[in-house]
């Protein structure tokens, strides 16, 4: 199983309340599918509640990604892949804080567009962009750790998604530069895991996690039949959306979809 990096509050510090930006806290000029993603105002201020938290140990969560950064990267051939944990603090603390508007999506760009390319936040060279999938998905799991330590499951629930919803809508502004067709055949030179994706191993998901997925299936398929209907209804009532859906059964979906 993937080491996971714990980090404790100090609870002497941060105890000072965390300032609102002023101005809309959310703009399509971040993502134009902000709204669609659930990802607005209400969501940046349930950030803002956690933020104080998160301000306190940004520091310790960019050391951890720097450390797994410095560890992995070589295994991976990336030639000149230094790592700048300042950079790494000052994107994770505007992600805490926002406004997430067209200036914080310019910003982004400036961090990870590189060479024709795209890379992690804090990384000097272009990186493979299954790779920076992968280490998105490695930081969300690091981040669920760190809220476990200082909240109580409500809060971790909640916050945790937005942290999950926010950050992938900045890996569609991070993979700009490389959105399109797949331009050959998939690499599946990456090991075991290589079937379901090629890095899923850097993305802490290795044989330990996958079974216990397997311990736990029978648990979790009745919320995930309901979660898989829950997806489509919204997907059904979104404009954005609503038109790919158009020759659909609703009550064909999932099987239990009209029920």
């Known amino acids: ?7 404790r509050r100090n609870r002497q510090a941060g105890t000072e309340a965390l300032v609102a930006p002023a101005g809309p806290l959310v703009t399509p000029g971040f993502h134009p599918l902000a709204d669609f993603a659930s990802f607005g105002p209400n969501e940046v201020a349930m950030l803002h509640e956690a933020g104080t938290d998160l ?3 940004t520091r310790a969560i960019a050391e951890s990604v720097c450390d797994y950064l410095v560890a992995r990267l070589p295994r991976f051939d990336i030639s000149g892949a230094s790592v700048d944990q300042e950079v790494l603090e000052e994107w994770l603390s505007r992600s805490s804080t926002g406004p997430f508007d067209g200036d914080f999506a310019d910003y982004l ?3 990870t567009h590189v060479g024709g390319g795209t890379t992690f936040p804090g990384v000097r060279a272009p990186l493979p962009p299954q790779m920076v999938i992968g280490l998105i998905a490695w930081l969300e799991g690091e981040i669920l750790v760190h809220l476990g330590d200082v909240s109580d499951t409500i809060t971790l629930s909640g916050v945790g998604g937005i942290w999950m919803d ?4 900045q890996l569609g502004v991070m993979l700009e530069p490389v959105l399109g067709s797949p331009s050959g055949a ?3 030179s990456g090991g075991h895991n290589s079937e379901l ?3 899923a191993d850097l993305a802490g998901f290795g044989v330990a996690e996958g079974r216990l997925l397997g311990e ?5 398929e009745p919320a995930g039949s309901g979660v898989i209907s829950l997806a489509y209804r919204y997907l059904l009532s979104r404009p954005e959306s609503a038109s790919y859906f158009r020759d659909t059964d609703p009550s064909r979906i999932n099987g239990t979809f009209g029920e």
């Open 1 to 7: 199983m993937v080491q996971r990096f714990r980090v």
């Open 55 to 57: 301000e306190v140990f």
């Open 109 to 111: 760009r400036g961090v």
């Open 166 to 169: 926010q950050l992938m809508l």
């Open 186 to 188: 998939r690499d599946s």
């Open 197 to 199: 994706h090629r890095h």
């Open 216 to 220: 736990t299936g029978a648990l979790l």
